[in-house]
Structures are given as C-alpha cells and as structure tokens.
C-alpha cells in the first residue's frame, strides 16, 4: 500500500543553518505531496504542498519539490529559526481531500 | 467558529468504558475528517465524512469504533469498551469541500485509558 518514509529526528540545529528533513514515498500513480507542521501546543498546519511531477512547493522560507523518478519530496529551508522548532509530516494523497497518508514525523529543534 | 474546536482537549477513561469525542468544524466545511495520533507517529486515517455520511471508514480499526454527523457539522466520534491501547490523540480535521486544498486541523483530544 501508499507509504511515506521520514528520515528520524530529532534534528537539532543552530539557528541560520541550512535544513533538510528527507521524505520518500510508495505510491501508485500520481500523489500529491504534503507537508505538515505542528508547533508546540498547536493543531497541524500545511505549510506547503506539490500536486505533480517537478512542481515546488514554498511557504514562509521552506521549499520541496516533487522529484517522480527519486520518489522524493525533501523539505528545505536555507536559514531556520528558533521560532521554526516543531514537529515536521510529510505526507500524500492519491486524491486531493481525502485520506492523507502521513510519515512518522521529524522533530526539529533550533537553538540560538 | 473560527477554527475546527475538538473537546475535551484531555479525557481520561478507564479500560472498559465508553467514551464520545467532539469535533466542531469550521462553519460551512462539508468535508470532515478523524485520524489518531499514537506517540511517535506520524496521523492514521479514521474515517471521513461528506456532508451527513460516512464517505470512507476503511480507516475504523474495529467495531468498537464509531462516528457520526447527523446533521453535517457536528461530528461525534464515539468508543465503546475502551482499551489501553486506544490511548492516543485524535485530531479532526475539515475542509470546504471534498478534493480542496488542505484540511485545518483541531488541536485533538488526548485520550488516555487506564
């Protein structure tokens, strides 16, 4: 069945360093791609999402792009923040609005 | 409302009980969605709403497991003879329609069965 493999955490960083949290999923066909974040105390937000082969992704400082021949949608942000510790789900849907299949999770911590 | 609401935010029950789970969508969603956080996973699919029915409920581990939406905003997520291992955090989740962008999520009902 679909899956999403997250690379494990915690991730820990010093603030304005480079991130990447890795993503790779199974899935038949065409998935969109997802990923969530969900700050301390907080419900889970979209912080950004791709709905075909090659496309980007970005919200606030963070990208991803859709890579079909690695089966890959890896987050990155070129200088985090304090304010950026959460927790980060990738995840994907084989059609938009319903059930979305999410990875485990990867903590981050940034520290200033 | 603003936001999708879930309560309790906190529920302790002991093993063997029944216990409901409230979520309150966001006014006008149609779409609504349950899903179980355990500690250290990432959200498992329960079961997704349109409107009044029950659209999917693959997600449903057993019988003990129901949900419903009489009237398509409210939804109740109900447990009967709870056990230890339903211990987790169910979120819910709505969207404006099936197929939209995105869900917004509740900030979940930690539930613990002792």
């Known amino acids: 069945g679909d899956s999403v493999t997250q690379m494990e955490g915690p991730v820990t960083l010093s603030e304005e360093a480079f991130l990447t949290i890795n993503c790779t999923y199974t899935?038949?066909?065409?998935?969109?791609l997802f990923w969530y974040v969900q700050y301390p105390g907080e419900g889970l937000q979209l912080l950004l999402k791709?709905?075909?082969?090659?496309d980007k992704g970005s919200n606030k400082g963070f990208e991803a792009t859709y890579r079909k021949e690695t089966t890959s949608f890896h987050l990155e942000k070129g200088s985090v923040q304090v304010s950026d510790s959460a927790v980060y789900f990738c995840a994907l849907t084989r059609t938009e609005g319903t059930a979305l299949i999410f990875g485990k999770g990867t903590t981050l911590s940034v520290s200033s | 409302g603003a936001g999708v609401s879930q309560t309790p935010s906190n529920k302790v029950t002991e093993k063997g009980k029944y216990v409901e789970l409230r979520c309150d969508p966001i006014?006008?969603?149609?779409?609504l969605y349950w899903y179980r956080q355990s500690l250290g996973q990432g959200p498992e699919f329960l079961i997704y709403?349109?409107?009044?029915?029950?659209?999917?409920d693959s997600g449903l581990p057993n019988d003990r497991f129901f949900a419903v939406r009489p009237e398509g905003s409210v939804s109740t997520l109900k447990i009967q003879r709870t056990e230890r291992g339903d211990s987790a955090v169910y979120l819910c989740?709505?969207?404006?329609?099936?197929?939209?962008?995105?869900?917004?999520f509740g900030s979940g009902t930690r539930l613990t069965v002792v």
């Open positions: 989740a709505s969207s404006l329609r099936q197929g939209a962008v995105g869900y917004t």
């Open positions: 709403f349109q409107g009044t029915g029950a659209a999917d």
């Open positions: 791709a709905t075909k082969a090659d």
């Open positions: 899935a038949t066909g065409y998935p969109s």
């Open positions: 006014s006008g969603h149609t779409a």
